[in-house]
């Protein structure tokens, strides 16, 4: 007999006296955990958000719905971008501000190298953790493939607050779908060696710039 089917004989002797129709067991022990730690306005969870962001090494700039597309230009600038990946369903009002500065379009057939050329990436996101300071991108029209967010050493992303910010992992997860390729960031790529000498851009951008984005302008 297997450790295997030595495991599943002693499961099958010890529900051997269960009634059929016992509490199944999703439902037999209460579960009430807290899905945050502490009672926190909109606005104290966003800053939050920002201040675990830049704990992080992020870079965080805030701004209105109409002040966006100037941010992202000077963002680039400021980068000396002269090349940006956009994917297919990035809000074309983003960019329109970002005079000089070539579109590169998500494309399938892209190589890593041909990535690797481009000076920037941006995105928007699917929800951003405040506890964690993490952003995490499901892959939608307005984030792209994978791969255009780890391979260009720049990445500049969208989120929209506070509709796209909530306080925790668990307030997270039921907006998540876990069949998309889900992509977890809180802060730049970065590793250490066992001398815990830090070493930022190993396996995804060396700067992350994060737009926290409210929803609408001042007076308007």
Do not use: F
Not at 43 to 66: I, M, P, S, W
Not at 68 to 75: M, Q, S
Not at 103 to 127: F, M
Not at 153 to 158: A, F, P, Q
């Amino acid at each position: 007999m297997s450790s295997r089917d030595l495991i599943l004989a002693r499961v099958r002797r010890a529900l051997a006296d269960v009634p059929a129709d016992d509490t199944p067991y999703e439902r037999a022990v209460p579960r009430p955990y807290a899905t945050e730690h502490g009672d926190r306005t909109a606005e104290q969870t966003v800053d939050l958000l920002a201040e675990n962001l830049a704990d992080y090494r992020a870079l965080v700039h805030r701004c209105t719905t109409g002040e966006l597309p100037g941010t992202l230009a000077r963002l680039l600038a400021g980068r000396g971008a002269g090349s940006v990946l956009v994917p297919p369903g990035l809000p074309g009002a983003w960019l329109a501000e970002a005079d000089g500065v070539e579109h590169v379009p998500d494309a399938a057939g892209s190589t890593a190298h041909e990535l690797d050329r481009v000076d920037s990436v941006v995105t928007g996101c699917a929800v951003a953790i405040a506890e964690t300071g993490t952003i995490v991108l499901d892959g939608s029209p307005d984030q792209g493939r994978r791969r255009i967010t780890l391979v260009p050493d720049h990445h500049v992303c969208v989120v929209r607050v506070p509709e796209q910010v909530v306080s925790s992992v668990p307030q997270a997860l039921p907006r998540l779908d876990p069949a998309r390729p889900l992509t977890w960031i809180s802060g730049p790529s970065a590793t250490s060696d066992i001398e815990l000498d830090r070493v930022e851009g190993v396996h995804g951008p060396r700067t992350l710039e994060v737009v926290l984005v409210s929803g609408a302008d001042e007076g308007k």
